[in-house]
């Protein structure tokens, strides 16, 4: 091999040296900052960048950097007294956000049986996952031709009353962007695929505080849900009942309507 052969090979090789040690310092500083979060957590009081120093062996540079880093996205804040950090309101965001998750799956499933139950419909709890609209769990009708659907299914949230009150939070601009990118057409070809629409639909549907949906999805079925609401007002998932078209007339539409809108609001109450 020519010296100009081997010296071309040696750029080929760099930058995957380069790559694992970039790799490597961004897990060590990962670490490092999750020491000092849990560093403040043992503690329980606010501590100083010299206790962080001192009790986690890091250099003073980078525990300045880290520190300073953390700051900024609020995940450590000054404890007002002397100077003490402690940690921050991200964190108190996120344990929130965990405990609505728990909470969500405990009580969510209590209720939908609940609501099984007092309908004899298929009730399902959705989530937003991806930008599509995820059943999370089902209570299986007890009623004759009930509906089947399946838990961990998939499908725009152009398809059905529960995904289009799980993207009601977003602005015009977010909303408009996610219908763009996500809607398409139903097996029955009866979705709703025109953006602008959709969007004052889903706008509608969030103050009225329910949806409904006819056929759009599945043959001879629909569903009327209504949103589940944490306590900084967010839809976080939404509940819904799934029912053959004949027992979606008027008069029973009203009452699983009411049924679905009550049930959601107890499972609010508990996110709060």
Request: aromatic share 4%.
């Amino acid at each position: 091999m020519l010296p100009s052969d081997k010296r071309a090979l040696k750029p080929m090789q760099e930058p995957d040296a380069a790559a694992g040690e970039e790799e490597n310092t961004g897990s060590r500083s990962v670490r490092r900052a999750l020491d000092i979060l849990e560093l403040i957590l043992k503690h329980n009081q606010p501590v100083t960048v010299a206790q962080i120093i001192g009790e986690l062996s890091i250099p003073k540079s980078t525990a300045y950097e880290l520190v300073r880093t953390l700051s900024d996205g609020d995940y450590l804040e000054p404890s007002g007294k002397g100077s003490g950090l402690f940690l921050g309101r991200r964190l108190f965001e996120l344990g929130m956000a965990y405990k609505s998750h728990v909470d969500l799956l405990r009580d969510g499933s209590r209720i939908a049986e609940e609501l099984r139950d007092e309908t004899g419909e298929t009730v399902q709890l959705s989530v937003l996952e991806n930008n599509l609209m995820m059943v999370l769990f089902k209570e299986e009708g007890i009623r004759p031709l009930r509906i089947i659907s399946n838990v961990g299914s998939r499908v725009p949230v152009n398809w059905a009353a529960a995904g289009r009150l799980l993207v009601s939070d977003l602005d015009d601009k977010g909303l408009a962007k996610l219908l763009t990118d996500t809607v398409r057409q139903s097996p029955t070809g009866k979705a709703i695929l025109d953006v602008k629409k959709l969007i004052g639909q889903i706008r509608k549907f969030r103050r009225q505080g329910y949806a409904t949906e006819l056929n759009e999805a599945n043959e001879h079925a629909g569903c009327v849900a209504a949103p589940v609401i944490d306590g900084s007002g967010r839809c976080i998932a939404a509940l819904s009942i799934v029912a053959p078209e004949q027992r979606l007339a008027k008069s029973n539409r009203d009452q699983l309507i009411a049924s679905v809108i009550a049930a959601a609001e107890k499972l609010s109450r508990r996110l709060v």
